[in-house]
């Protein structure tokens, strides 16, 4: 019995190393290049390793039973192999745990990663709208009747007007874009 048990248990070995070369290979690329199957993986492995967990458990108490109560059918020399066997499954319970938290800490980093990359896109687009927001003020308020005067504003609708209106159109995203990058926004 001593022999099976050890067994099963030595077999959680291989199991929980490639887990934790899996971790490696995902922490990795989460701050390399994170896509959505990172996000697949990583839930895979909490779901391994919730199953893990709950096989390791039960088996845990069943071996610590056997190597310290008194069974009629366990010579009490014997105990010491299933104390062996329960100081493994302690360890791999050990294991387990802290790979979860691996696995939380990285399904964690992962979505902080995420949420900096949209914050930089959100920033540059916010950039973008605050740049051209004068300019659709200016042409909205202006209605740009440059070209066939209304009324009685020959005045703002000759050539001079419209060439400034121009260079204003210009110049003001241009300012506003110099004067955001010395306050360090974009």
Request: neutral net charge; glycine residues 4%; hydrophobic residues 45%.
């Amino acid at each position: 019995m001593y022999k099976i048990a050890d067994h099963l248990v030595a077999g959680y070995i291989p199991i929980v190393g490639e887990i934790d070369r899996e971790i490696d290979e995902i922490e990795d690329q989460i701050f390399d290049r994170p896509t959505p199957e990172t996000l697949g993986r990583i839930f895979t492995l909490k779901r391994a390793l919730l199953s893990m967990r709950r096989v390791i458990t039960p088996q845990r108490e069943v071996l610590n039973k056997l190597a310290r109560d008194d069974y009629v059918v366990i010579d009490p020399k014997d105990r010491v192999f299933f104390r062996d066997v329960y100081d493994h499954l302690v360890r791999l319970h050990d294991l387990n745990e802290s790979m979860r938290d691996l696995v939380s800490g990285a399904m964690d980093s992962y979505l902080s990663v995420l949420n900096n990359r949209m914050n930089e896109v959100m920033k540059t687009l916010t950039v973008i709208t605050t740049m051209f927001m004068p300019i659709t003020f200016v042409t909205g308020f202006f209605g740009m009747n440059f070209f066939e005067p209304v009324a009685q504003l020959v005045t703002w609708t000759n050539r001079a007007i419209f060439t400034l209106t121009l260079c204003g159109l210009a110049l003001v995203p241009s300012i506003m874009y110099l004067w955001m990058r010395r306050r360090t926004w974009v």
